[in-house]
């Protein structure tokens, strides 16, 4: 396929105002699944779990199963909800939606329809530079997930070309919210920059609630993109796109950018924007066709008749209002007073979404200024050249410890950075890592002032030069003895024992 011809961005704001939505999908974190008593692990038993065997007859669709709402899975929603400053309804129900769905047993998915749990609330989002953007939230509602296909066959691991699918039901069931907003209207130049602003504010919202894990590459967290283009002073909304399941906070401002982009040149060109999902491309920064997108009338939603509505205690809602943790944006703020950071030190952990990670691994042990030089440094590089997130290679609580080893002194900072790669390649704990890879620093001055002998005696008149008062001629020693010891020595320690065998 043709790549789509793309219009400079600054010349399609100038022709054309975008207009953006999201549905940000979350995944609960409940003991079992939403509608079945099938087990629902977390992130590393889950995905180690061999297909088909976290299952119950509710999700397969088996005649005679019969679903039970998770009782957890309604308080981790009205949490959500009230996180969102939405309106929990007195009463909601569940509906069928249904179309063709392979991975989903029953071929219907159970979700809500025109009866949410949550409804008109506002979120707001800070974006790089401080400015504070409310962003309409529509609904919050429940429902369940889909399986997994895995295309077999073809060259790609996609289905175009594959021979056949399989499909794993294990996901089948997992409990969702799907956050709805309304259109966002008003973003102009900064509408990628809000998208991603947008998905990180609900990701740090369900953390803080402790529903999810809201790893987005994991797929506890899933962002459906929404754009579309009027030309400017026109009222009528444009048509819109629907890029799916966008897995990163730098993709989903790169899908934003991209779509604008694609969208301005087909309307500039006479075209018109055909409605559907498109697949993202993070190898290429491309969207793709998908399928066309159905309106609501061509699901065919009709109350789920195996359920009862949901109608949730009034106590029970003020109980978890009672519960809330602090937004992001006044959490944002209170830490980068706790922490003493400058605007732009806080500004590098906040634009790397590493905010939990420093807190965590100052919780762990670790000064303030220590974490945030790991995580937005050395972490962030590898991050960066594996093309993952940095949250997803290491623990906070390792992050601690390495850096507790170099305050002992048993590590220098060059030989922490081999220990951090030695734990992110999966070799074991740091302490685990700098004794299997011997990387400690020698602190044994027999052995140094053994190698600084041997080095003066190889380089004569350097040990001239000191003894007429030349220090920085020591420099010449440091190095080899340095590079004697494959670097494990400590390097100001090495220059006091030089200076001592010179002064002998």
């Not at 359920?307 to 937004?327: N, Y």
């Amino acid at each position: 396929m043709a790549a789509a011809k793309l219009m400079d961005y600054d010349k399609a704001l100038e022709m054309f105002e975008p207009v953006l939505g999201f549905e940000v999908h979350v995944e609960l974190n409940t003991r079992t699944k939403m509608f079945s008593n099938a087990p629902n692990p977390a992130n590393e038993e889950f995905h180690s779990a061999e297909p088909n065997t976290l299952i119950a007859p509710v999700d397969m669709g088996l005649p005679g199963a019969l679903p039970v709402v998770n009782a957890a899975a309604v308080r981790s929603a009205i949490s959500l909800g009230l996180a969102l400053g939405c309106t929990i309804a007195e009463s909601s129900r569940f509906a069928r939606k249904n179309y063709f769905y392979p991975d989903l047993g029953k071929n219907y998915q159970i979700s809500q329809a025109d009866e949410p749990i949550a409804f008109e609330g506002s979120v707001e989002i800070e974006l790089e530079d401080g400015t504070i953007i409310a962003v309409p939230i529509e609904r919050a509602h429940m429902e369940e997930d889909a399986g997994k296909l895995t295309h077999m066959g073809g060259a790609t691991g996609r289905i175009q070309g594959a021979e056949y699918s399989l499909v794993d039901y294990n996901r089948a069931g997992v409990p969702l919210v799907e956050i709805v907003t309304k259109p966002i209207i008003g973003a102009e130049h900064r509408a990628p920059e809000i998208g991603k602003a947008y998905v990180a504010t609900i990701r740090d919202i369900v953390r803080g609630l402790g529903i999810s894990e809201a790893r987005l590459e994991r797929g506890n967290l899933r962002c459906d993109a929404n754009v579309s283009l009027r030309p400017r002073g026109q009222e009528k909304l444009g048509t819109r796109t629907e890029t799916k399941n966008v897995n990163s906070m730098r993709s989903v401002e790169r899908a934003v950018r991209y779509e604008i982009q694609r969208q301005a040149q087909i309307l500039a060109d006479g075209g018109t924007i055909t409605q559907e999902t498109r697949h993202w491309h993070e190898d290429t920064g491309r969207t793709s066709p998908g399928r066309p997108k159905s309106d609501a009338d061509d699901y065919r939603y009709f109350p789920e008749p195996d359920l009862l509505p949901v109608q949730p205690a009034a106590e029970l809602i003020e109980e978890l209002r009672a519960a809330l943790p602090e937004q992001p944006v006044a959490r944002r703020r209170r830490l980068k007073a706790d922490w003493g950071f400058t605007d732009l030190e806080f500004q590098d952990v906040h634009n790397g979404g590493l905010i939990d990670e420093v807190e965590a691994t100052i919780a762990a042990g670790a000064a303030p200024a220590s974490a945030r030089k790991w995580w937005t440094g050395e972490i962030t590089r590898i991050a960066n050249t594996q093309d993952r997130e940095a949250s997803a290679l290491i623990a906070p609580a390792d992050v601690a410890a390495l850096q507790s080893l170099v305050d002992a002194g048993t590590l220098t900072d060059k030989l922490a950075r081999q220990v951090l790669e030695g734990v992110i390649a999966g070799e074991g704990t740091p302490e685990e890592v700098v004794e299997s890879r011997g990387l400690a620093v020698v602190s044994d001055d027999g052995a140094l002032i053994a190698a600084i002998d041997e080095a003066l005696a190889a380089q004569p008149d350097v040990l001239a030069k000191i003894k007429d008062g030349k220090v920085q001629a020591a420099g010449a020693v440091i190095g080899a003895v340095m590079k004697a010891m494959k670097g494990q020595a400590d390097a100001a320690r090495v220059r006091e024992l030089v200076l001592v065998r010179a002064a002998e």
